[in-house]
T-cell receptor, first 115, second 112 residues
Framework: GAGVSQSPSNKVTEKGKDVELRCDPI?????LYWYRQSLGQGLEFLIY????????KSGLPSDRFSAERTGGSVSTLTIQRTQQEDSAVYLC?????????????FGPGTRLTVL | SQELEQSPQSLIVQEGKNLTINCTSS?????LYWYKQKYGEGLIFLMM?????EEKSHEKITAKLDEKKQQSSLHITASQPSHAGIYLC????????????FGGGTRLMVKP
């Protein structure tokens, strides 16, 4: 079956531009996570969606970052007025979340480069 | 906040040798996960450990959880070039599950 997919796989943008990153979770997975992986910071949690509950935004680094999840499926991470420090690989994961501890399935990531 | 420290940060071994990677938490461990990542790819789930003393194996990889020491180890027996990659441990910051906090990763190279 299809795993978690993300698009685009690579994105190069100029400082100050807005970007949108997309995540398609595994069908039926109610939990969706965004993480960021950069050389200096490792793998960091950004935001978490669970069903119809309010998202946990505690990991978003600034108000330039926002995310939506439409219809409980596809999610879009938006970064406004991109800065060079936003350059990183953005990873999306999904899980069933039927138990407390669940394997998270990761997508291949979007590599964002801000020039 | 919880911090996970992995050691070593990088490792080069000869094919056929055994190796161990450690993951130590600064706080109580809730659900310890091991993932493998190859360059340009997402994370591949290896194993999840929940209870102290738990041990799981898959092919030549064994993971153990020592709750008292707040530590997990990943052991690879008779390493192969296919084992090369970055190994990441992750844990929930609390017992509610949800997001994971990750260690800095261990980069493994296996020389044929």
């Amino acid at each position: 079956g299809a795993g978690v997919s993300q698009s685009p796989s690579n994105k190069v943008t100029e400082k100050g531009k807005d970007v949108e990153l997309r995540c398609d979770p595994i069908s039926g997975h109610t939990a969706l996570y965004w993480y960021r992986q950069s050389l200096g910071q490792g793998l960091e949690f950004l935001i978490y969606f669970q069903g119809n509950s309010a998202p946990d935004k505690s990991g978003l680094p600034s108000d330039r970052f926002s995310a939506e999840r439409t219809g409980g499926s596809v999610s879009t991470l938006t970064i406004q007025r991109t800065q060079q420090e936003d350059s990183a690989v953005y990873l999306c994961a999904s899980s069933l979340a039927q138990r407390v501890y669940n394997e998270q399935f990761f997508g291949p990531g979007t590599r964002l480069t801000v020039l | 906040s919880q911090e996970l420290e992995q050691s070593p940060q990088s490792l080069i071994v000869q094919e056929g040798k055994n190796l161990t990677i450690n993951c130590t938490s600064s706080k109580t461990l809730y659900g310890l996960y091991w993932y493998k990542q190859k360059y340009g790819e997402g994370l591949i789930f290896l194993m999840m450990l929940q209870k102290g003393g738990e041990e799981k194996s898959h092919e030549k990889i064994t993971a153990k959880l020592d709750e008292k020491k707040q530590q997990s180890s990943l052991h690879i027996t008779a390493s192969q070039p296919s084992h090369a990659g970055i190994y990441l441990c992750g844990a929930h910051p609390n017992n509610a599950g949800n997001m994971l906090t990750f260690g800095g990763g261990t980069r493994l190279m296996v020389k044929p």
